[in-house]
């Protein structure tokens, strides 16, 4: 049976556990306001909308920070080759954030009674700021739960002079997401600059520091599973933290754009956020990079789905739909509609969800001692909530299309029911995609969370993929640079035909009342980039699936290396 190294990283298992329980939940609100959009009137006066949307997105982001500590507390050790400092710390944290989410989730509903708990002119129950509706009470414990995360971490790290890049990411990351807190803790009565802090918050913790952690994170997966480098993928994470912050920074002015502050953002914020792509791009490359460097079978083939799907949805739903929509020209008609659900989905869920859940594949089995497993089950919930995804993001672009359209071209009436039937069949979609998504949600969260229960002797469908003897032609063949390349170029025109319907949406013709421009070039755009995305990652994994067969690959192999590293 395998072991862990450090006894300390055993205490990353429950956040990973914390985390499939709260992505489950998540979910199945997701579904409930799914089905609220077809019917309005479920559960009205008793489990309103409003309060159910927030739950759902208070519990994703929720669950991706637990993802997140746990995998940083999980390969901390292994980074620094010694045990996590202050263990009692640790499990002081996890019942933080206990008390915390059950915290937002009965909170939630103070909403609905105008109840904020004002004293000292804040609102200590309940604020109701999209995505950071908790009161100050939640605010301070979560400042301090971040706090105790970095310190911990940055005083596991061996002396500074030894670090190396992803030690600096990982540091910068820890630090920042710590005091970018900062900006959301105090209410202004003021409702622009409110804003404008409260973007600080949501933007620089997404676009800029969850992006440093989620490069640094993914480089060390890499090293873990492919043995790669460290500094070769070191030197990746560097300037992936570069470009993200250079670009992130100045980027987050996409967000001032309708909210009172001075016109000038509407250039800058336009340019830098056209650059955040940057980093993404980098990341997508270096993981096709690493991925081929040996041509051995992976080891552990549901970790590396969920890695793979991490870049892959990061470049397409927070790179490409995230450039299609933040220029001032095109934010204009996207912003508040239901073309920005579109690109939240696929980059919130595709980049940071999709890493917990790699990390949690990953290290499962070693915490559990689990030496073999069938890996079918992870293959195919990967594939699931892949395609669910995908076909929700499809349902929220196409119908937001329209929406733009009825909504802010003709001017007709959100509230009034003249745009909502429309928009129906898009409405029914969502659900529908919704159920394949959760098919898939509750095969991954049954499997990872019974692994220890259904231990038992190698099987075939244990080994890395299927490890059959087969000719590498046609779709099967080697993946080389220059194929890669041209998938990626693929989804960029089919992200510029997006771009393009959007910003059509200014022409005299459309203000007219014609939709034939926005509706074909959606019509092109949208399907054709989750077409080809789809595609491209089947065609990434059946190049990989059939390398030949290791007679020597054991199921985590990778530590070995870490600790060389």
Known sequence: MIKI???????????????????????????????????PTLLAGTANFNILRAEHTNLGILWILSGFIGT????????????????????????????????????QGLAADGIAGWWLGQPWLQEGLEYLEAGRA?????????????????????????????????????????FVWLFGVFFIERLDLQEYFRWYVVHYWVEGVWEVIHISLVGFLLVLMFKANVKAVGYAVFWGVAMVWLSGLIGN?????????????????????????LPLVFCFWHIYLDAHQDGKPLENSPAF??????????????????????????????????????????????????????????????????????????????????TGMLGIAFAFAIGGTIQVFLYRSMGLSWFGGQVFPAMQFFKVLIPLF????????????????????????????????????????????????????????????????????????????????????????????????????????????????????SQSAQQMGGLAVARES
């Open 305 to 386: 789905y969920f890695i793979l799907g991490s870049v892959v949805l990061e470049q397409v739903g927070a790179g490409i739909l995230g450039f299609t929509m933040t220029f001032a020209l095109t934010n204009v008609w996207s912003h508040g509609t239901w073309v920005t659900p579109s690109h939240a989905h696929l980059a919130m869920f595709g980049t940071f969800g999709m890493l917990g859940i790699a990390a949690a594949y990953y290290a499962v089995p070693l915490l559990r001692g689990v030496r073999t497993f069938d890996q079918r089950l992870g293959r195919v919930a990967f594939w699931l909530v892949l």
């Open 72 to 107: 940083m507390l999980f390969i901390g050790p292994l980074l620094s080759h010694r045990e996590l400092a202050a263990p009692w710390l640790i499990r002081f944290l996890f019942y933080a954030l206990l008390v915390i989410t059950i915290w937002n989730v009965l909170t």
């Open 253 to 277: 002015a996409h967000h001032y754009f309708w909210i009172g502050t001075p016109a000038f953002w509407q250039f800058w914020g336009s340019l830098f956020s056209a650059l955040e792509p």
């Open 138 to 178: 939640a605010d301070v414990v979560i400042f301090i739960g971040f706090a105790i995360l970095a310190w911990v971490l940055i005083r596991t790290f061996p002396p500074r002079r030894e670090w190396n890049e992803i030690h600096w990411g990982l540091a910068i990351g820890v630090t920042a997401l710590t």
């Open 434 to 549: 919704g159920l394949v998504f959760a098919v898939g949600a509750g095969l991954l969260v049954y499997d990872l969370l019974t692994l220890g229960l259904r231990q038992r002797a190698p099987a075939a469908a244990d080994l890395p993929f299927r490890q059959i003897s087969a000719p590498r032609t046609g779709w099967r063949s080697a993946l080389k640079g220059t194929e890669a390349s041209l998938w990626l170029m693929g989804m960029w025109i089919f992200g510029a035909i997006i771009t393009l319907g959007l910003l059509s949406f200014n022409l005299d013709t459309v203000a007219a009342g014609d939709p034939t421009i926005p509706y074909v070039l959606a019509g092109l755009g949208y399907p054709g980039l989750l077409l080809i995305t789809l595609l491209f990652v089947w065609r990434f994994l059946a190049s990989l699936e059939a390398r030949p067969a």
């Open 5 to 39: 190294e450090y006894t300390t990283q055993r205490l990353s298992l429950r956040f990973f556990l914390l985390m499939l329980v709260l992505f489950l939940f998540q979910m199945l609100f997701g579904l409930l306001i799914a089905v609220q959009h077809v019917d």
